[in-house]
């Protein structure tokens, strides 16, 4: 006898999730259903592939081994269904738009691991602003968008995508450079080289610091990049507010350093957006699927 899918995605929930309940949410069915699933699947194999340590629910050895099959056949299904669509749809590409921030750091390893997933589908990307990007999801023009900021517009689904923070930095000469932790009332003293205005970077920067009552910093330049601010940094007479992703190999091989303040961080969120249109798009949603898996 066969093992039932459903028999597969109880187990990788409740292993993911970790626990009945939280697979039960997740997949829309009640806890007995769940423990129905286990049940059955434990049946086919003829060995326990649960057991209860500690109070919760642990694989066993055997668990573990069909767990990892579990994994790879479901994932392979969804990546079969998804190409099944683009056959019956036609749809084999997809336009994507993204900050630049974004394009400049995170979309080559993005579009690298798309193409290892799905090498039938080929995405057609664009960096831009904000603004105009908005503009291409309304009128149709592009099909996905990846953001620093979440658009407000009715047509439009915006769905999570990953936690950031933009990091006050400096060069590893400057004076600030290895600073246990800056007072929250000299950030209006430093001299900084920040994105231009309109940017999302400085917008969100600008919202922080309003938010503590500062209105006004000391700005000697403005770039429109943040490779261009990094090397300004490394001259050692400026600061600035970058994003965490974009700095922290920079951080680590000792190039930038990190200035904590005390009691401030601009923690933000990176957005996925799409038009409601798009919702079954099949290189849309196989693209959103990766980006959703941990």
Known sequence: MLPDTNGWAALRAVVELGGVSEAAKALHVGQPAITKRL????????IPLTER?????????????????????LDRQRALATELQVLTSGLESMRLQVNFAIGEHLLPELLIR???????????SRMGYGRKILTELTTGIADL??????????????????????????????????????P????????????????SIRDGMEEAL?????EQLQ????????????????????????????????????????IKVTGFRIIRTLWIARHRSKLEHPVAEA??????DK
């Open 287 to 292: 693209f959103v699927g990766m980006l959703q």
């Open 145 to 182: 968008a990846l953001l620093e900021q979440a658009p407000d517009h009715p047509d439009v689904l915006v769905q999570k995508w990953m936690d950031d923070e933009l990091w006050l930095l400096c060069g590893s000469t400057h004076p600030l450079a290895n600073t246990d932790l800056l």
């Open 53 to 73: 340590r500690s109070g919760r629910l642990q694989l066993t050895q055997a668990g573990e081994k069909v767990y990892l099959l579990a994994v790879q056949t």
């Open 39 to 46: 049940r059955a699947l434990e049946k086919v194999y003829g």
């Open 114 to 124: 798309f193409d290892d997933l799905y090498p039938n589908f080929r995405v057609e």
């Open 184 to 199: 929250v009332a000299d950030l209006s003293s430093l001299n900084y080289v920040l994105r231009e205005k309109h940017s």
């Open 210 to 214: 309003q938010r503590i009552g500062i």
């Open 219 to 258: 700005v000697a330049m403005e770039v429109g990049s943040n490779e261009t601010i990094t090397e300004i940094l490394t001259r050692g007479k400026h600061v600035s507010f970058l994003p965490r992703f974009a700095v922290e190999e920079s951080v680590r091989n000792g190039e930038l350093f990190h």
